[in-house]
């Protein structure tokens, strides 16, 4: 699984050596698109709070369902590294809390609810292709590569908290570069 990015709450202390680190990092991508691998398309019959999807209540082959969306990637220009950053959709919230007694639709609809969407960061090893099913077809969890990765995790949510990129839904307002 992919490290989750803290963007709600402040990160640690940074240290000199993280914001030389921080120094090299440079946007590639911050546009948000569902991610490659990210999606499956419905063959079973959709929430009924998912009205959007279809108001028959019948699953088509065709209706396809985004569980992650692109945020933004980044690249250390210094090790050619390149991290992508992602977020759950709506759609994975709600097959997280299906019960609608207790999560309704007007609490589904509800811009509290986006608190509850997860950002990740993963790091990339392959340019994803199409056909791909799986984020993990070309995406890899930084701690198989770097065991001690907290640090790193820390100093990519930092970067992206500055840049503006990372959406403080919690406090209703996005950082100012």
């Known amino acids: 699984m992919s490290r989750e990015l803290n963007l709600r709450d402040p990160v640690r202390p940074l240290t000199e ?7 090299q990092l440079e946007i590639l991508d911050a546009e948000v ?22 108001a028959s ?40 809390q299906r019960d609608p007694d207790k ?5 589904m609809e509800s811009p509290v609810k986006n608190t509850e969407l997860r950002t990740f960061v993963a790091l990339m090893v392959q340019k994803p292709r199409p056909g791909m099913t799986s984020p993990y077809d070309w995406l890899s ?3 198989e590569h770097f065991p001690n990765a907290d640090w790193m995790v820390d100093v990519l949510a930092y970067t992206l908290i500055r840049k503006g990129l990372g959406a403080q839904d919690f406090y209703g307002t996005r950082p100012k570069a």
Request: glycine share 6%; charged share 20%.
């Open 57 to 96: 209540c019948s699953a088509k082959s065709s209706d396809v369902v985004t569980y992650y969306n692109h945020v933004a990637a980044l690249r250390h220009k210094k090790d050619g590294l390149v991290f992508i950053v992602f977020r759950e959709t709506k759609d994975a919230l709600l097959a997280q």
């Open 103 to 107: 999560f309704p639709l007007w609490l």
């Open 17 to 23: 050596g993280m914001l030389a680190w921080a120094s």
């Open 33 to 54: 698109y569902p991610l490659p691998g990210g999606q499956q398309r419905r063959t079973w019959a959709p929430d009924a709070r998912l009205t959007h999807l279809n």
């Open 141 to 143: 969890p930084i701690e």
